[in-house]
């Protein structure tokens, strides 16, 4: 369930920033999807600036739209789940290393969402 629930967030909230992008063709989005895939899996994501992780998670939310059917979108979404969450542990690492977490709890637990 949590992995649904950051999955579609980072999909709408790419789409959402990526609007006014020219859309991205099939074989681009297959390119970009194996390349980033691989990357991940060979080098890590550690290398990649967290500018990047978003610029990719951005690229895969387009590919989401053009895809033409399901299992590509599936597979898009791999992708985007893979670098989410790896951008999720960034600003949680972010949180711990500042210890911001009881800050971020008391001011969600005072309604600042």
């Known amino acids: 369930m ?12 790419s789409v959402s920033f990526a609007q006014d992008a020219p859309k991205p063709t ?12 691989n990357y991940s899996r ?6 990649l600036s967290i500018t990047e992780v978003g610029h ?10 053009v895809a033409k059917d399901s299992k590509e979108q599936s597979g898009y979404m791999g992708v985007i789940a893979m670098y989410a969450l790896d951008y999720r ?6 949180i711990n290393r500042h210890g911001l977490w009881n800050t971020l709890v008391a001011e969600d637990e005072a309604g600042k969402r």
Not at 89 to 94: C, L, M, N, P
């Open 26 to 37: 099939p074989e681009q989005c297959k390119a970009d999807a194996n390349a980033w895939y």
């Open 89 to 94: 542990r960034r600003e949680s690492d972010f």
């Open 42 to 47: 060979d080098s890590g994501y550690d290398k």
């Open 2 to 13: 949590i992995r649904m629930t950051v999955i579609l967030t980072a999909v709408l909230l």
């Open 56 to 65: 990719r998670i951005d690229g895969m939310a387009q590919c989401v739209s």
